[in-house]
Structures are given as C-alpha cells and as structure tokens.
C-alpha cells in the first residue's frame, strides 16, 4: 500500500555517466514534485508536472531532464553526471493545483553517489 | 525572494520535556505553513499545517503556532518520545500563482536523551 515510491533506493555511479530515478504514486494525485536534499539536509524543489505537464522549472541545469509518461509517474534522468549531483532525490505528489491547502507526500528517497 | 530559516539546528531535549523548533520566513504573501518530519533514511512525513487565517492549531502532542506580525512559525511537541527524534522542517507556500510551491527552511535536528 506505498503511496509514493521510487526506485532505485540507492545508486551508485561514475562521473559521467547517465542514470534515471523513477517515481510512482497511487494516491491518485495530479501533481508531482522532484526535490533535491544536500548533505546539510537542505530540501531544493527542482521540477513539478502537473497531469503531465511542466509548471515548475528550477534553476537546474539541464543535464536534469524530468518525463512524466502519465499523472502517476514522474522519472528524472540525468546526463553526465557530476560529482556534484550526488545528494538524495525525493519525489513528491499532492492533490493538485484546484486544492491548494494540501501537503506534499514524499517518497522514500534515492540516494545517489557520483564517484 | 523566499528565505525560511530556523533559529536553531540543533536541539537536545531530555524525554518527556516538551520541546519547541522555532521557523522564520520572509515573505508576507506566505498562506499556508507545513511542519515536516524526516526520520534517519526516510522522506518527510507530514506533521500538522496550519493556514495564514489562524494563529494556532493543535494535533495529538503537537501544536503550531504562527505570528504573521513578525513572520514567525514554532512547532510544539509535548512529551517529547525517543521516537520523536529526527529532523524537523517548516515549509511555506505563497498561493496566488500557478504553481503549489514549498519552500522548505533549513531544518532542526532534535535529539531526545532518555
């Protein structure tokens, strides 16, 4: 009965190289989020879709690439990566833009290392 | 722009003392106001929110209080548990875009000694 999950839970991989994070929700929520949270445990938003749609855009570089294939899912990829891009990567969703006083649900988190 | 801060990064309380975690943000326009729970390897929990329209709301042990005057958010635990130690943060929202975009403060690790 997860409500938000991702996988992979931990990633570890060279400078370089590119990986994806995918993110599902069950909860039936239109709206989902990317956050990235740095070794002082400080929470950025990063990207957010809404029924598939991009509304938030971050200052990210666009090595970061978000792809919402339906309302349920949102997967980040992430080309050449960057010892720099290692942090932990939290998705979220909530209900949407019509009920504004709603919170966020997050997921488990994936870890990622850049050696 | 936004900026949340917290008075506090750290806070070490002894078990059944009641703790407080101190929030400030910038943005008058701020509505809606979130406390997030983060335990050691998981995601935020959410814990209580309130509204821009109250000053106080309370959950079971816990209770937000917020001054819009001086832009100030606290979150109260009472009793404080060794289950209650983890990473605390607030979260403003400033509703009138398009967009439901937190804004997350810098976050209070609360210790709670047996």
């Known amino acids: 009965d997860t409500a938000v999950s991702q996988t992979p839970k931990y990633l570890v991989t060279q400078m370089g190289n590119d990986k994806s994070i995918k993110c599902e929700q069950n909860l039936g929520h239109d709206t989902m989020y990317w956050y990235k949270q740095d070794s002082k445990k400080f929470l950025k938003i990063m990207f957010s879709?809404?029924?598939?749609?991009?509304?938030i855009n971050e200052t990210v570089p666009n090595r970061f690439s978000p792809k919402s294939p339906d309302k349920a899912h949102l997967n980040l990829h992430i080309n050449s990566l960057e010892l720099g891009d290692s942090a932990v990567y939290f998705c979220?969703?909530?209900?949407?833009?019509?009920?504004?006083?709603?919170?966020?649900?997050f997921g488990p988190g994936t870890r990622l290392t850049v050696l | 722009g936004e900026s949340v801060g917290l008075h506090l990064p750290t806070l070490s309380v002894q078990e059944g003392d009641n703790s407080i975690i101190n929030c400030a943000y910038s943005?008058?326009?701020?509505?809606?106001f979130i406390w997030y729970k983060q335990e050691s390897g998981k995601g935020p929990q959410f814990i209580i929110d309130?509204?821009?329209?109250?000053d106080k709301r309370q959950g079971q042990r816990v209770t937000v209080l917020l001054n819009k005057t001086v832009k100030h958010l606290s979150l109260q635990i009472a009793a404080t548990q060794p289950g209650d130690s983890a990473v605390y943060f607030c979260?403003?929202?400033?509703?009138?875009?398009?967009?439901?975009?937190?804004?997350f403060g810098t976050g209070t690790l609360l210790a709670v000694q047996p």
């Open positions: 943005n008058s326009a701020s509505d809606y």
């Open positions: 979260a403003v929202r400033n509703y009138g875009g398009a967009t439901n975009k937190l804004i």
């Open positions: 309130i509204r821009s329209n109250m």
């Open positions: 979220a969703s909530t209900d949407g833009l019509a009920r504004p006083y709603n919170e966020q649900f």
């Open positions: 879709y809404n029924n598939k749609e991009l509304i």
